[in-house]
């Protein structure tokens, strides 16, 4: 009897202790989504859509992610007053990212995850430098210049993410940041991402 008195003490101890532990989830996450972000003032925001991978460490405070990004625009080059039609500037991006973040919540449903990295963009743009002769009514030939380059750069990025847990393994997630990487400038980005963890 006593031992059966000692074992409901310690049941009695101990479960109020764990019900107030958080919930600490699945280490590994992977997320899709998209991105609506600026490439330059020229071309405007554009989307790109990306897979994430991300690892969570020390009760989900830490986590260290990377991402994969597709972005493809083309806009139509007219000439005005004649509207007179040139082609396309075509841009693609391929995106790199690597993301440490630190959450500043410890809840189970709600994450605020502050941070950033480096990021490696693949830039594959086929822009108008120049047309001549001038287009007239009289329909005289258009030659157009166009500047083809294909090349990798390096740079940063920072973000700040809220995270909401649908249930166990499943959330959604929204973010803003921005970008600096090669001579675009800062490229600022707004997200959201739907994810499992397991």
Known sequence: MKRVFLLLSCLVTVLPVLAQTPYVPAR???????DHFGIDPANGLKY?????????????????????????SQRLTVLVPDFVSVGTNSRRRVTLDLTATYNLLHSVHHALRIGGGPSA??????LFVKVY??????????????????NWNLGGHATVEYTYALALNTQVSLHGGAAIVGSSGVIPFLGFRAGYRF
């Open 48 to 72: 790109r859509f990306a897979l994430d991978y991300r690892r969570y460490a020390s009760r989900d405070r830490l986590s260290l992610g990377v991402s994969a990004g597709f972005m493809s």
């Open 28 to 34: 590994n996450s992977i997320q899709i989504g998209a």
């Open 133 to 150: 002769p001038y287009p007239i009514p009289s329909g005289s030939p258009i030659y157009a210049v166009r500047s083809l380059s294909k």
């Open 121 to 126: 963009w693949f830039s594959d743009d086929d």
